[in-house]
T-cell receptor, first 112, second 110 residues
Framework: DAKTTQPPSMDCAEGRAANLPCNHSTISGNEYVYWYRQIHSQGPQYIIHGLKNNETNEMASLIITEDRKSSTLILPHATLRDTAVYYCIVANYGGSQGNLIFGKGTKLSVKP | NAGVTQTPKFQVLKTGQSMTLQCAQDMNHEYMSWYRQDPGMGLRLIHYSVGAGITDQGEVPNGYNVSRSTTEDFPLRLLSAAPSQTSVYFC?????????FGSGTRLTVV
């Protein structure tokens, strides 16, 4: 079973910030929080990851609470092309070692 | 760089037939894995490899075989296709930071 809990769906107005929450209350000390997204039926796309500090890249920002039990992915200015399913995953650093467990994610719909 | 390349993109098989889904990456990544995704579901891990010559089972390995003879290639073999294997299959590779996924193979078993 996935180690994370996400809302099944969210809406966001185009141009607004999209804030996607994720609960991971059983995260262990050496596990990172990863975010991927899947647009339509394409392969998942890496967005961002973090351990305990907030992270930002050209796609998004990741805010992790001090107790590391939850996090929020922020898309600062959502566009229609950001409509996708967003997956929050906790895993050991490095992925692809048999430890990426995908839940059902959050379906984000960006509306004009 | 092409990234992760999966072939074929679409395939229809008859029950009982066998086939190999190809996955190749040109990023010199050590780690590779195969997932399947059924409608409305998240991805489930089938098999993975942490380097050439090393493979291990994931969550749903039954009916599938893998081998890793080179760093670049990680083929997935369906031994005797069943309708329950109708799915979209994704291959991924990682160099130790995050995963890069291929565009998928859509398989229908009739």
């Amino acid at each position: 079973d996935a180690k994370t809990t996400q809302p099944p769906s969210m809406d966001c107005a185009e141009g607004r910030a999209a804030n996607l929450p994720c609960n991971h209350s059983t995260i262990s000390g050496n596990e990172y929080v990863y975010w991927y997204r899947q647009i339509h039926s394409q392969g998942p796309q890496y967005i961002i990851h973090g351990l305990k500090n907030n992270e930002t890249n050209e796609m998004a920002s990741l805010i992790i609470t001090e107790d590391r039990k939850s996090s929020t992915l922020i898309l600062p200015h959502a566009t229609l092309r950001d409509t996708a399913v967003y997956y929050c995953i906790v895993a050991n650093y490095g992925g692809s070692q048999g430890n990426l467990i995908f839940g059902k994610g959050t379906k984000l719909s960006v509306k004009p | 760089n092409a990234g992760v390349t999966q072939t074929p993109k679409f395939q229809v098989l008859k029950t009982g037939q066998s086939m190999t889904l190809q996955c190749a990456q040109d990023m010199n990544h050590e780690y590779m894995s195969w997932y399947r995704q059924d409608p409305g579901m998240g991805l489930r891990l089938i098999h993975y490899s942490v380097g050439a010559g090393i493979t291990d089972q994931g969550e749903v390995p039954n009916g599938y075989n893998v081998s890793r003879s080179t760093t670049e290639d990680f083929p997935l073999r369906l031994l005797s296709a069943a309708p329950s294997q109708t799915s979209v299959y994704f291959c991924a590779s990682s160099g130790g930071v995050h995963d890069t996924f291929g565009s998928g193979t859509r398989l229908t078993v009739v």
